[in-house]
């Protein structure tokens, strides 16, 4: 009596349609998640552009009304920030410098599934509060 034959190809076809689509989902994922990380970056770099312009305007508004700029740019940098809930930051003010540096977070779809539930991107800008005729 002879002991039939198995055909194993089928089987090595499965694994290896297993393991390509494993792995074009974890490309897949790599994409959208890393268009999330590129989003937030835009984000947080948005809102450090905006509170530094609203810095510089306030500054200029202050100082022509003859009235100390510095203060005024600091309270605008952070008044704008405090209008977008999905960017935190920080304002500081050194040698007549108005610094804003931006954090976004966004949730990820994918990368989610190995432990890595959000994405984080930061920005940052300065405004330069120069007097009126000074030298920047």
Known sequence: MT???????????????????????????LVVDGGQKVAAAGRAEAAAAGASRAAGNAAATRQLGGAEPAGAAVLAAKAYLAGDPTVQGTVSLRQGVVRVETRSSAPTIFLSVVGLATVTGTGSAEAVVVPTGGVR
Do not use: H, I
């Not at 002991?3 to 076809?13: A, T």
């Open 3 to 29: 002991c039939p034959v198995r055909d194993e190809r089928g089987q090595s076809v499965s694994l290896f349609v297993l393991l390509v689509m494993g792995a074009l989902v974890l490309v897949a994922g």
